[in-house]
């Protein structure tokens, strides 16, 4: 395998989507507005290049699109010069699906693990409850969970852990009970993905409660945290779902304004 000796962060955007009540994430430009009542979200999980490790921060939402598959996320490897292969390590914000479906695909018509020889890094207690659930959204998403926790290299993260030495997890709920904020910092880059609790660049100097969260209030509360943490200790913020500029910087801070951002 090729060392990486400078550490490179690339987001790999699968697309852009209007999301309603039905769930289905229905594929659409960018730049366009959701359906009536729907909301737009894009999918970018990372790719942090570091030393001798191919590390994938969330990965997609795989064949549980509207004309998605994880074929998607194995091209846009493919244009840094990877295979899937080469992943090492996936970490998990949480277990949404539009966040761990591309974990494994059966475009072949079975379940195959998409990144064969990574070990895949989830919150125990978030995948325990999963597995014990008696659906997972619906069958075939129940299959699915069920294949990767007999054949996936499942490795179970505590509410606070560090697995590596340069790379931190820590429970702060919010969006799911178990919701995870994911930190590397190697000495010299030093980036941070929150999943949903801290999603696009829009989120940041905004104070709001999320339908759509566990805990709308512990979000908001980890939200305000987490971008202090950020600019303070100069986090670069991977925005999971932004469309446009999912790596930026918080800069400035103004009282009145905010935190400037800057995307990277």
Known sequence: MKIQTDTIAHPLYE???SVGLDKKFNRIDR?????EGALK???NPFLIQSGDK???FDVGIGDFGEDTSTDTIKENLDQLGLTEYDITDIFASHLHYDHIGGLAGRSNGFWELTFPDAQ???SGNEWHKVIEMDEYYDDEKT???HFLDAKADLQFLDDEDQPYPEIAVKKIGGHTEFSQVLLFDDGKQKYMMAGDVLATRGEVNRKFAAKYDFDADQSMKARKELTQ???EEQYTVMGYHDSHHPLFNLTEYDEQQGYKIEAV
């Open 15 to 17: 697309g852009t989507f």
């Open 31 to 35: 730049d366009d507005p959701p359906a």
């Open 41 to 43: 979200i894009s999918l």
């Open 54 to 56: 191919n590390i994938l």
């Open 120 to 122: 895949i890094w989830v």
């Open 143 to 145: 299959e699915f969970v």
């Open 229 to 231: 943490k950020a600019y």
